[in-house]
């Protein structure tokens, strides 16, 4: 897509911790689904008296995926108060960073090469939910606390992605890295990660570059609706400024929400309404200052990277950056594969294809994570070795997958009960072969009058008699040789 | 029994030899709180006393919990400030936005006291959200001064000091967060203790200025102070702010006396404007008291005495305009309706927060403001490194400081309540302690125009002993804190 002017997105990534309980108190942390209400105690519900404490592992993921980004780790930082009124904060201000995050200037590759700056990460606790409803004519809305004092982390990226395809592979391979470190699941279904998009628009105009303020798009929660409403925005700022539209004398930036439905961005909050949090540090807690020794020790046990893995995977293993790119976007899936290598080091390649093909396909069709493969790494190569060897068609070896998935068993053995084992004595295969030329003259006519694809329809018939367990390149060799033979 | 024991350590031997019961002497407290007439009692809780003090009388049946003998505060009547949450009892914070409120669990330190056996008579009046001096900014109308009715009793924990010195309670806990322990008991006579910052957990405590808060107690005498102080301080996981130290055995350090101490006198503290005669000699005669005991008296020098006051009421309203964000009329307390939700929440604290609780808000909301905060709030922290930079100087040098409490003694009810100034200024000696954090205690030391006079004991953080072996040497030396309202005598 061409645009006469040019777009400047950076992106504030919200992501909720994996963490067992929450930021500030022993409550679990897993709050998607929980009845309303039901993960709460005086310190997330904000009760007069209750104090936080803030929760290590939290802040250890927080460290890691600032380790990961590529940030530094300032000796000094804490936590402070942001102050604002709404019903679902409890106690009237957040507790986050204001001037010392966590994690500073840090950095993201994009796989063009690309590096998106990530200018901080800081920790947060996440904010209870609405629900608005209707009862009678009268309008209520009812809070749920479940969600309150989640841990979030927030990750702000400087203003370096120039479109939206590049703004939803930041996004991507963020969550991608996230999810490697152990940081975050990031379940977008589950609100686990939420992005507000800062884009605004360069151009020229009169031989000079003009470059009006942005507009922050806040809260979006799926990658749809990021492409969506970034691209919306950006057009109607455009239109706005050639229409001489109220952007032309704008000096601050506005906050708009993206309504998915009506597929367009409303005004949230003009410039004139900008918000004074009264950031101030928290009384309640002491300065947090990340030992280097823990520093050090997280970073030691930061996991290779995806971008890193992809890179080994093209290079160690010969798989092509699609089928590389596919298999390291889910850690799991990625050591599933590297398990099932170490097993058959000789055919990495057929490997990646049984799993990018067939397994990924299955894995789709019936929503199973890498945790709910019925059967080990160990027999996936074991079937990839049957087939390689050539004691199995690869019509079977589907068959014997099929197996496998539905009962873990072993594809040995399911090649044993079933008489999946190829055949191999040319003499049988021959005999079909013969008897499927014998039906089809016009086939073999075509063949010789210098139309080698007839061949083609021949495999087919001599495979299904033989009910697929013979290689099919043996069947075209046969083919070609018994009609030379029968003209001879 | 019908006398009311005059100590929690006499208390202790009489229910020990088994003379009294600690249900008689719960219900003695009950009786003697019932017919309270200075306003001190916002709430008694008789059924939770009775059933606490019989569970205390099958201890000492020898049928307690895990056996063992009780504790010393076993079976003790006490009152406690109504800004400490109770579990199943009423917890107001003096507010009408808190009415009714019931805490589903207690603060660390009334766990603490429940597990020593001590029996919690009921809560005591307040200025409202612990702001105020003189408790007459308590929602629930203003707590006299069992000297002379017509005086305030000092606050913010004006009942719990009441509570003690009119013999309806062994000990009162309170809350310090610029004096509301130490002036209080200086202007009733009692002994009224605040310790180190990060000594007693501030779990379930309602907050008012969370850097500057902390809880102590209100005592007939200063080893009283001590027994109570050995229960309530210790680290407690819920509390960030705690420093981990082993608890003090404070009562060990009574009778070393002061011979061969060093103790401060600040110059500053004896030359501030509104100081009356009568407290400077009550105050002058006690350093000449601990003199002859043997300590050695410093002339020493807090220039920045008078920044506290400016420091205080920056960081103290800015702490609590976010701390009582909370009361929203969303999950609990006062509710007033509106036709949308700015409406309600401005309906709600219009209401339910008094005029001093929203002067102090929109104060520290104004620090915290874009374009002030640098100037007010940042620039007091600044101030606050070197008052307490200050503090740490002079304690290279001394072992204690030894000053007036209160400027004052105990002034008319009414006489300030539309001069907060004026008001704020009464604290002038005690807010610098908690500004810096450390440990401060209140001691009777005489009267002055028939009221009495405090004398404020000061050591450096997390050295209560000393502080502790001050007071309890004065304390020995002089008869002050034997000297009770003419009511309570009769």
């Known amino acids: 897509m061409t645009t006469p002017y040019e777009l400047v997105i950076g992106i504030e990534t919200h992501v909720e911790l994996a963490t067992a309980s929450k930021m500030f108190c022993g409550c679990k942390a897993r709050w998607f689904g929980a009845p309303p209400n039901t993960l709460v105690c005086p310190v997330c519900l904000g009760l007069p008296g209750a104090l936080p404490v803030p929760n290590r592992k939290a802040i250890e993921l927080a460290i890691t995926a600032g380790l990961a980004l590529h940030c530094e780790t300032p000796e000094h930082t804490k936590f402070d108060r942001k102050n604002y009124l709404y019903p679902d904060l409890p106690k009237g201000y957040q507790i986050s960073q204001y001037d010392l995050p966590l994690s500073v200037n840090g950095w993201l590759e994009l796989a063009s090469g690309k590096r998106v700056r990530i200018r901080r990460a800081h920790l947060e606790e996440d904010t209870g939910t609405l629900k608005h409803g209707e009862d009678a004519g009268r309008r209520y809305t009812l809070v749920d606390f479940n969600r309150s004092g989640v841990p979030l982390l927030e990750i702000v990226s400087e203003p370096d992605m120039s479109s939206i395809e590049e703004a939803e592979t930041y996004v991507r391979e963020l969550r991608d890295i996230l999810r490697a470190a152990h940081v975050s699941e990031m379940r977008l279904e589950e609100g686990a990660g939420r992005f507000d998009v800062n884009v605004s628009i360069r151009f020229s105009e009169d031989g000079t570059t003009v470059w009006p303020p942005q507009s922050e798009i806040k809260n979006l929660n799926s990658y749809q609706a990021l492409r969506e409403a970034t691209a919306f925005e950006a057009a109607r700022l455009w239109d706005d400024w050639r229409a001489g539209g109220e952007l032309r004398t704008r000096k601050g930036k506005i906050t708009v929400g993206w309504s998915p439905d009506r597929r367009r961005t409303y005004l949230q909050r003009s410039k004139e309404e900008v918000e004074d949090y009264r950031y101030f540090p928290e009384p309640d807690l002491v300065s947090l200052e990340p030992s280097r020794e823990t520093v050090e020790s997280l970073r030691a046990g930061l996991p290779e990277m995806p971008s890193e893995r992809k890179a080994r995977f093209v290079s160690k293993y010969g798989l092509s950056e699609y089928d590389a790119r596919i298999l390291v976007t889910e850690t799991a899936l990625a050591d599933f594969y590297e398990a099932a290598v170490a097993a058959l080091p000789a055919h990495p390649k057929p490997i990646a294809n049984w799993m990018t093909g067939e397994l990924l396909r299955r894995m789709r069709e019936e929503n199973v994570d890498p945790s709910g493969i019925r059967f080990a790494p160990d027999a996936l190569a074991a079937l990839v070795r049957l087939v390689e060897s050539g004691k199995v068609s690869g019509a079977s070896a589907k068959a014997i997958l099929v197996e496998m998935w539905q009962t873990g068993g072993d594809p040995e053995a399911i090649v044993n009960t079933k008489g999946l084992l190829q055949v191999s004595d040319e003499s049988a295969i021959a005999a079909a072969v013969d008897a499927v030329l014998a039906e089809n003259p016009k086939a073999v006519a075509d063949y010789r009058a210098g139309k080698p694809r007839a061949l083609g329809a021949l495999v087919g018939p001599v495979m299904k008699l033989m009910g697929g367990k013979v290689d099919p390149a043996v069947v075209n060799r046969l083919l070609a040789e018994r009609i030379a033979a029968s003209v001879s | ?490």
């Open chain 2, 1 to 490: 029994m019908s006398a009311f024991p005059r100590s929690i350590r006499e208390a202790a031997a009489v229910l020990r030899r088994r003379e009294t019961s600690a249900l008689e002497l719960a219900e003695l407290a009950i009786a003697r709180a019932r017919a309270d007439e200075h306003n001190a009692r916002l709430h008694i809780a008789e059924d939770h006393a009775r059933a606490q003090a019989r569970s205390v009388d099958e201890w000492f049946a020898g049928r307690g919990p895990g056996g063992g003998s009780p504790p010393t505060l076993a079976g003790i009547p006490w009152a406690c400030k109504d800004i400490i949450g109770t579990k199943g009892v009423v917890t107001t914070a003096g507010s009408r936005i808190l009415e009714g409120y019931v805490p589903p669990y207690s603060a660390t330190v009334v766990e603490r006291l429940d597990a020593t056996g001590a029996v919690m008579i009921g809560k005591t009046n307040l200025d409202e959200f612990a702001m105020g001096s003189s408790t007459e900014n308590s929602a629930f109308g203003a707590v006299k001064n069992p000297w002379r009715a017509d005086r305030v009793p000092g606050g913010s924990s004006g009942g719990s000091a009441v509570a003690v010195a009119a013999g309806e309670a062994l000990f009162a806990l309170g809350t310090d967060t610029g004096g509301s322990i130490r002036q209080p008991a200086a202007l009733c006579g009692v002994v009224g203790m605040k310790p180190t910052y990060g000594r007693v957990p501030r779990w379930g405590v309602v907050a008012f200025a969370s850097s500057l808060d902390q809880v102590g107690p209100f005592t007939n005498t200063v080893e009283d102070a001590a027994i109570v102080c050995e229960t309530i301080f210790g680290k407690d996981e819920r509390d960030a702010t705690m420093v981990d130290l082993p608890g003090d055995q404070l009562r060990r350090e009574l009778d070393k006396g002061v011979k061969g101490l060093r103790l401060g006198v600040p110059k500053e503290y004896f030359s501030v404007k509104g100081m009356e005669r009568g407290v400077e000699k009550a105050v002058r005669d006690a350093l000449g008291v601990l003199e002859r005991e043997g300590a050695t008296l410093v002339e020493v020098s807090l220039s920045l005495t008078d920044h506290g006051l400016a420091v205080y009421y920056i960081i103290q309203p800015a702490e609590a305009s976010a701390n009582l964000a909370r009361y929203d009329g969303v999950r609990y307390g006062l509710r007033v309706d509106g036709p949308d939700l700015l409406e309600t929440y401005r309906r709600t604290r219009g209401k339910g927060f008094g005029p001093e609780v929203k002067r102090r808000m929109i104060l520290g909301t104004y620090a915290l403001s874009a374009g002030y905060y640098d100037a007010y709030y940042v620039k007091a922290q600044k101030v606050r490194t070197l008052i307490k930079a200050e503090y740490d100087r002079v304690f290279e040098t001394v072992d204690a400081l030894v000053t007036p409490t209160s400027p004052t003694v105990a002034f008319a009810l009414g006489a300030k309540v539309n001069d907060p100034l004026a008001m704020y200024l009464n604290d002038v000696f005690t807010l610098p302690v908690n500004i810096a954090g450390l440990p401060g205690i209140s001691v009777p030391c005489g009267l002055s125009e028939g009221l009495p006079v405090g004398l404020q004991v000061i050591a450096n953080s997390y050295q209560e002993s000393s502080m502790f072996r001050v007071a309890a040497a004065y304390e020995r030396a002089t008869p002050h804190h034997l000297a009770r309202p003419e009511q309570v005598a009769a």
